[in-house]
């Protein structure tokens, strides 16, 4: 540890700046400023995302506001029913609180470890490997897979009675020839490994953001000698906030709204004894199942102002940790 | 091009930072085959299973099949009325035309949103990230009758046209961050040299961003390649079917299902995909060695 | 037709010209009708099932159109996943096809709300029914009115490992059997097989109603006729709960685990991973083949063993061909019903495709070209639905089943999941299940 390099970060270095020069920069500065404020320009590269936005986000979403407040059953004209569905879902709905405290458990549970996970094999496989295209791909993999009926039931033999999980807790003399996914206390579980095991999303997302770091503060601090670990903790981590955050914010917003591996693990069921009954899932039942589509409006407005005040919560915090460069 | 590693003793720091050393690189190796092959184990079984007729799969569900079966690649391939290759084309065509629609329009309001200042900009960003937040399935109704009303139902558009409106606010917050991290001095470089903000976008951002476009390319591909709600409801015939569609035309709990077909389908489904990502990872190595931050 | 939603109009018109504007394409208004997005006036009929299934019906309605080359029919079909919410979203969407392959467990939530046509004013006349008795028509009528033409009679019946059963040394139950004999050779498996195999899935939860046979057995429904509340007594629901406690307790049945992985799962059905040789999933074996290499063989749901016991095995319909309201094609929809019902041709590229023929003549028209297993199968859907249209004390044919039933049917199976479990006391659960069904069926 030599320099105090350490956590700032190398701009590009440039010639050195004669008084003349650095006169012509704030120019420039201002000229930027007024550039920044931007007229037109803005709005012109915005210009497709407007119409989308308005055409198909906003007025969907209000429709769907407006359904929560009315019968609709997607078969006959929707009637008026005031506050109805929202007071049933807090004063008389048992399944509701079930799928609200999975979820909360899922979320807790399976983001922190999904990210570590995402974060650890991203640095490793960022790297001058034999193969590391392959070790990317396979590692990959099972974030490929979707939510396809094969899929649906690999996974549910995996995690079956004698199932590969079995076989593996077998090694260790850890096999009880428990069903996991069919028992109600572990069930929930079962579905955080998947999510888990399914972490090459934001694996890559890492990995593109660790292929733009600039290479030249690494070894620079490497001449420094500065250590691995401390490369990782004063220059990659505060380097990769920007992606860090991003990842926190959308697999948390994931998380929430997680739909396909609880039908898968359920089979569509939510079980056993709503232990698997995620948010998503119960709103998808709801609205075109039992054809409630007013109710599973008013059940997916109350998941999105949750998911709205986490994210604004991660907003107000990000100012504290996240660095940008610009 | 660096493997990272602590300089010890050695007089050429840099050059200890291009490879690890022997035992740590056996080391290292050992690590990643093993959580390979429990990673691709799903994948395993689900090939073994193509290969096994009806009456194994599920009786007999170890690795190694007892009887082989190919001709499930067949049956599935020219099943009922449509060859499987129908399948495929269309998912591809519906699958490229998203990832090309996405990775203009994401990049354009990106950009936006990341290098400009312009009135209610936090607004706009908020309700950008709350378009994320609403599930899907709520708003999956009013949607339908959009397109309907353009008697867009029964063609590729709904699930296109979307995309070129930039309706995945994920990627352009991927991109926002991914721009954020790209030092300003090099727009205001472009700018000395009286470059309008069209240039500055199309010759120093877009190659700069390359990691995130790539990454986007991926997604965009294999999220819309698995995406059956949105294709279940808006291609109602057959010969407009995608691969997952495609696939549920094997399963039918009521009236016997033909597994052995259906898996081997759902294997040879995975060949675009994975064939995607090898392509464009490989790029996303690349990218930055050849954008260089050199300027 | 599809203008439910007529507030939306305004709405809508602005959205669509905001994107239409965009992408220079016209608005065209909605004209309802048929076939979304479609110009032509084909009529269009969708369909769910497997490869089988489709092949069968696509060659039938090719020669259907030879013979009526007026009508053009536009065929969609699909797997069961995601059928019914595609066809949902049609109807919220104002583009429902004209023909359709109906699901007994929801024709009647569909009929009442005004989805289906009524087909009574063409029965006898462009219908013909000739050879569909009372009982099996029922399974297509809601509250007095035909809305739905059955496809093949079903039962419920128990699918048996046969080839399993021998090996144990055991032998095929009579058809006229109990349920005390079903108790007695579910637990002469496990001993048989050294604790290897469990004798019969756990019925408590009432895989596929044989719970309604049960209560048949005691004179009661599972269901009100309206539908509007439950038909059994709390006493017959725990009288069945202690039956299979005592099952599970004597390992006559699997623990719960394996109820619970085998919920909506055929693939991981007791008696498809060899954990059990008696299953109530006729799902097990299917025309066209099983997943299973074992010798099947089927048996109907067992009799009650109480003095004054009723038949309580009844038939219903396999699936159901049901035009709908908004439809302008009706008519022609009624001759492909009919067709199916009725024609030579139709009946022998069906085969065993959409369940047993619903006719006697049907029935003697394929008989010679099946295969064992479904010679068996046949052989026991006739018996029993021989055997209940002679029987005096039987109950009419259930109705269809209304608006809630798939949640009290999860209720049922979850509840039953809970005593397994030891989460709940029996007593306890009762009260909460009649207390929850309750809600669903009168909210």
């Given at each position: ?14 010639a ?19 550039r920044?404020g ?34 609709f ?9 005031g ?9 008389d ?42 070790y ?191 | ?49 193509s ?12 690795l ?123 727009d205001?470089?472009?700018?000395v ?44 015939q ?5 691969v ?26 995975l ?11 490989k ?10 931050m050199?300027? | ?20 504007g ?97 087909l ?39 699918t ?115 954990k ?14 099983s ?130 479990f ?22």
């Amino acid at each position: 540890m030599t320099t105090a390099q350490t956590g700032e970060v190398v701009k590009e270095p440039s010639a050195p700046a004669t008084p003349s020069d650095q006169r012509e920069r704030d120019r420039m500065r201002r000229r930027l400023a007024r550039r920044r404020g931007g007229g037109w320009w803005p709005y012109l590269f915005l210009a497709p995302w407007f119409v989308g936005l308005f055409g198909l986000t906003i007025y969907p979403m209000l429709d769907s506001l407006y359904l929560s407040f009315t019968n609709f059953d997607l078969l006959t004209p929707a009637q008026w029913v005031g506050m109805d569905n929202y007071d049933r879902m807090f004063t008389d709905d048992p399944v509701f609180w079930d799928s609200v405290h999975a979820t909360l458990v899922y979320v807790v549970v399976s983001v922190p470890l999904k990210l570590a996970l995402a974060l650890a094999v991203a640095m490793l496989l960022n790297r001058d490997l034999r193969g590391i295209g392959l070790y990317r791909a396979a590692f990959y993999l099972p974030s490929l897979l979707g939510g396809a009926v094969a899929i649906a039931i690999v996974w549910r033999q995996v995690f079956g009675g004698e199932g590969l999980f079995n076989d593996f807790l077998g090694w260790f003399g850890l096999n009880t020839g428990q069903d996991w996914i069919s028992s109600p206390d572990t069930a929930l579980y079962t579905l955080v490994l998947l999510a888990v095991w399914q972490f090459g999303t934001p694996m890559v997302i890492f990995l593109a953001g660790l292929k733009q770091l600039p290479k030249d503060v690494f070894e620079a601090a490497a001449i420094d000698g500065a250590g691995a670990v401390t490369r990782f903790f004063k220059i990659t981590l505060p380097l990769l906030t920007p992606i860090v955050f991003f990842n926190v914010v959308l697999q948390i917003i994931d998380a929430f709204k997680t739909f396909t591996p609880a039908f898968v693990i359920s089979n569509g069921s939510g079980g056993p004894l709503n232990s698997t009954m995620l948010y998503s899932l119960y709103l998808y039942k709801k609205g075109f199942t039992d054809l409630q589509m007013g109710y599973a409006s008013a059940l997916a407005w109350v998941l999105f102002l949750v998911i709205a005040l986490f994210t604004a919560v991660n907003f107000i915090a990000s100012r504290y940790w996240v660095h940008y460069d610009d | 091009m660096s493997a990272i590693t602590p300089p010890r003793s050695s007089t050429s720091p840099l050059h200890k930072l291009r490879s690890a050393t022997g035992t740590r690189r056996i080391f290292i190796h050992t690590v990643l085959i093993g959580v390979a092959i429990v990673m691709l184990y799903p994948l395993m079984w689900m090939l073994s299973s193509s290969l096994k007729p009806d009456t194994e799969i599920f009786t007999h569900p170890g690795l190694i099949p007892t009887a082989l079966r190919p001709e499930n690649y067949s049956e599935g391939w020219s099943g009922s009325g449509n060859s499987f290759s129908l399948y495929i084309t269309n998912s591809l065509i519906v699958t490229i035309g998203a990832v090309i629609g996405n990775v203009i329009s994401c990049s354009l309001a990106a950009y936006a949103f990341a290098r400009f200042e312009f009135r209610g900009k936090k607004i706009w960003f908020g309700l950008m990230l709350g378009t994320l937040m609403l599930p899907t399935q709520a708003v999956l109704i009013p949607q339908y009758t959009i397109f309907y009303n353009l008697t867009w139902i029964n063609t590729f558009l709904p699930l296109i046209v979307p995309k070129f409106l930039a309706v995945d606010a994920f990627f352009i917050f991927l991109m926002v961050q991914f721009i954020r991290s790209i030092p300003r001095e090099l727009d205001q470089a472009a700018m000395v040299d009286g470059a309008n903000p069209w240039k500055i976008y199309w010759r120093i951002i877009l190659p700069l961003m390359k990691p995130a476009l790539i990454t986007t390319t991926i997604f965009t591909f294999i999220w819309t390649y698995d995406d059956f709600l949105h294709q279940l409801v808006y291609l109602q015939q057959n010969d407009k079917f995608t691969v997952p569609l495609g696939l549920t035309l094997f399963l039918d709990q009521t009236s016997g299902s033909s597994y052995g077909a259906m898996f081997a389908m759902s294997t040879l489904a995975l060949l675009p995909t994975l064939i995607c990502f090898l392509i464009f990872q490989k790029r996303l190595v690349e990218g930055m060695a050849t954008s260089g931050m050199k300027g | 037709m599809g203008h439910q939603i007529s507030r939306r109009t305004l709405f809508r018109t602005v959205s669509g010209l905001a994107v239409a504007g965009a992408l220079g394409t016209s608005l065209s208004a909605c004209a309802g009708g048929t076939g979304a997005g479609s110009t032509s006036s084909d009529l269009t009929m969708t369909w769910w099932g497997s490869d089988d299934r489709h092949n069968a019906y696509k060659k039938s309605l090719a020669y259907f159109q030879k013979q009526n080359p007026k009508v053009k029919i536009r065929e969609t079909y699909q797997g069961y996943d995601g059928y019914f919410d595609k066809f949902n979203t049609n109807i919220a969407g104002g583009s429902a096809p004209d023909l359709l392959q109906m699901d007994t467990a929801l024709v009647a939530q569909y009929a009442r709300k005004g989805v289906l046509a009524p087909l009574d004013s063409y029965v006898g006349k462009t219908l013909d029914l000739t050879g569909f008795s009372k009982t099996l028509l029922a399974a297509g009528t809601v509250d007095g009115k035909l809305y739905g033409v059955p496809s093949g009679i079903g039962v419920n019946q128990l699918t048996v490992n046969r080839s399993g059963l021998e090996k144990l040394g055991l032998k095929l139950p009579d058809r006229e059997w109990t349920w005390a004999d079903l108790k007695k050779v579910a637990q002469d498996v496990y001993k048989k097989s050294g604790g290897k195999t469990y004798g019969v899935d756990d019925g408590g939860g009432s895989t596929l109603q044989c719970f309604e046979v049960f209560a048949r057995e005691k004179g009661q429904t599972f269901f009100s006729d309206d539908g509007k509340k439950l038909g059994f007594t709390s006493d017959t629901l725990q009288e069945w709960w202690e039956y299979w406690a005592e099952m599970r307790r004597t390992n006559a049945s699997p623990p719960p685990a394996i109820t619970s992985a085998a919920h909506n799962d055929l693939t991981k059905n007791a008696v498809v991973i060899g954990k059990a040789l008696f299953t109530f999933d006729s799902g097990v074996y299917g025309a066209g083949g099983s997943i299973t290499d074992a010798q099947l063989d089927f048996l109907p749901t067992p009799q009650g063993d109480f003095s004054g016991a009723r038949e309580g095995n009844f038939v219903n319909g396999g699936v159901l061909l049901c035009a709908t309201k908004a439809s302008k094609k009706v008519a022609d929809s009624v001759k492909i019903m009919n067709f199916f019902a009725q024609d030579d041709t139709a009946i022998k590229d069906m085969q065993l495709f959409r369940g047993i023929p619903p006719t006697e003549k049907a029935r003697n028209l394929i008989a010679s070209g099946l295969t064992e297993t479904d010679k068996l199968n046949m052989e026991n859907a006739d018996y029993i639905s021989q055997r209940v249209s002679k029987a005096s004390n039987a109950l009419p044919a259930p109705v269809p089943p209304p608006q809630g039933a798939d949640q009290i049917w999860d209720l049922l199976f979850q509840s039953n999941l809970a005593v397994a479990f030891g989460k709940k006391s029996i007593k306890a659960q009762l009260s909460e299940f009649f207390d929850q069904a309750g809600g669903i069926l009168g909210g």
